[in-house]
């Protein structure tokens, strides 16, 4: 059974900092592109950042617009993990946050709030 796990959500003021992770198991980790998705209260999910799975010379990554420069996405296939760490957080970044691999996982809330 293919699962993935999020964590690491939480509340965090304006400009501060969050890292999501996300557990895969029930398939060959390192064999899938991966991603993050968001989804803000009514609005659609929206693609947010996504790696490659081959590291030479390095993985190959992509970014939405709205977090380029702010968020970096990483990986490290020994422990079946995926990561996104968020920095100069924004009011705007407020939704839950999906990891994409072979399946979906359940979703991790991000809020940003003074």
């Known amino acids: 059974e293919v699962k993935l796990v999020e964590s690491g959500g939480g509340l965090v003021q304006p400009g501060g900092s969050l890292r999501l992770s996300c557990v895969g198991s029930?398939?060959?980790?390192?064999?899938?592109?991966m991603s993050w998705y968001r989804q803000a209260p009514g609005k659609e999910r929206e693609l947010v950042a996504s790696i490659g799975i081959s590291s030479l010379p390095q993985y190959e990554t992509s970014y939405a617009a709205s977090v380029k420069g702010r968020f970096t996405i990483s990986r490290n296939n020994d422990v079946n993990t995926v990561y996104l760490q968020m920095e100069s957080l924004k009011p705007e970044d407020t939704a839950v946050y999906y990891c994409?691999?072979?399946?979906w996982g359940q979703g991790t809330q991000v809020t940003v709030s003074s």
């Open positions: 029930g398939f060959t980790f390192s064999w899938y592109p």
């Open positions: 994409k691999g072979p399946d």
